[in-house]
C-alpha cells in the first residue's frame, strides 16, 4: 500500500483568501486524485493530476479556482482560491498506481474551515 | 444526480451481531464497487471490492453481494465489533473504458455503531 502524507491537516481561513494543500507519496505513482467532502455530503472528486500534463477537472471544478501542481511523481498540490465559506469541506488526497494495486489509497484530508 | 445511494444515514448493531450496509447505483457503466471505512479525522480506509464479473466476495468477516439486475450491492459484517463503528462509503467505478481505479464515485455513507 502507499503511505499519503497531508498538509496542513486543518486550517481556518479568512474569506478572499487562499490556501495550498500538499500531497506526498512514499513512492511513484502515475495518478493522483483530489476530492472535496463538504460537511455531511459524499466525496465528489475535483479533478485528476497526471505528472507532467495539465490536470483534468471534473464538471463543476475550474482551474481558476482550483489550480492544482503535479511536479513529480510523489507530490502533489491542491490550491482552493478566493475562498468563501462554501469551501469549508475535508479535501482528500488519493492514488493509484499504475493499476498494480485495485483500489485508491487516500490522505487523512485536510480540514478547512473559512470565516 | 446522485449516481451512487446509500439511503441509511445511520445503522446501529449489537456486538456480535451482523451488519448489513446498502448501496444502490443507477449507472449501468460502472463494472468496479468498492467500500471504503472512514473514522474521523482519517482518510477512507479501502475495506473490500468486487467486480461486476462476481457477485459475492469474501474477506475474512466482511462479505460483498453484489445484485447486478437491480443495481444493488451490500457489505455484510459477521461479527460486528465495537472498533467496526466509523462510517462506511459505497463507491463505483466504470473501468471498462479505462477509467483509473482512483476514480470513483461515492455515495453518501452510513454511520455504523457497533455498541458492546
Known amino acids: 500500500s502507499a503511505v499519503i502524507s497531508q498538509k496542513p491537516s486543518r486550517d481556518i481561513c479568512q474569506r478572499g483568501t487562499s490556501l495550498t494543500i500538499q500531497c506526498q507519496v512514499d513512492?511513484?505513482?502515475?495518478?493522483m486524485f483530489w476530492y472535496r467532502q463538504q460537511p455531511g455530503q459524499s466525496l465528489t472528486l475535483i479533478a485528476t493530476a497526471n505528472q507532467g500534463s495539465e490536470a483534468t477537472y471534473e464538471s463543476g471544478f475550474v482551474i481558476d479556482k482550483f489550480p492544482i501542481s503535479r511536479p513529480n511523481l510523489t507530490f502533489s498540490t491542491l490550491t482552493v482560491s478566493n475562498m468563501s465559506p462554501e469551501d469549508s469541506s475535508i479535501y482528500l488526497c488519493?492514488?493509484?498506481?499504475?493499476?498494480?494495486?485495485?483500489?485508491?489509497?487516500f490522505g487523512q484530508g485536510t480540514r478547512l474551515t473559512v470565516v | 444526480d446522485q449516481q451512487v445511494k446509500q439511503n441509511s444515514p445511520s445503522l446501529s448493531v449489537q456486538e456480535g451481531r451482523i451488519s448489513i450496509l446498502n448501496c444502490d447505483y443507477t449507472?449501468?457503466?460502472?463494472?468496479?464497487f468498492l467500500w471504503y471505512k472512514k473514522y474521523p479525522a482519517e482518510g477512507p480506509t479501502f475495506l473490500i471490492s468486487?467486480?461486476?464479473?462476481?457477485d459475492k466476495n469474501e474477506d475474512g468477516r466482511f462479505t460483498v453481494f453484489l445484485n447486478k439486475s437491480a443495481k444493488h450491492l451490500s457489505l455484510h459484517i459477521v461479527p460486528s465489533q465495537p472498533g467496526d463503528s466509523a462510517v462506511y462509503f459505497c463507491?463505483?467505478?466504470?473501468?471498462?473504458?479505462?477509467?483509473?481505479?482512483?476514480?470513483?464515485?461515492f455515495g453518501q455513507g452510513t454511520i455504523l455503531t457497533v455498541h458492546p
Open positions: 463507491a463505483a467505478s466504470a473501468l471498462a473504458g479505462g477509467t483509473s481505479y482512483g476514480k470513483l464515485t
Open positions: 449507472n449501468s457503466m460502472f463494472d468496479y
Open positions: 488519493s492514488v493509484e498506481a499504475n493499476r498494480v494495486w485495485t483500489e485508491a489509497f
Open positions: 513512492s511513484q505513482v502515475t495518478m
Open positions: 468486487i467486480s461486476s464479473i462476481k
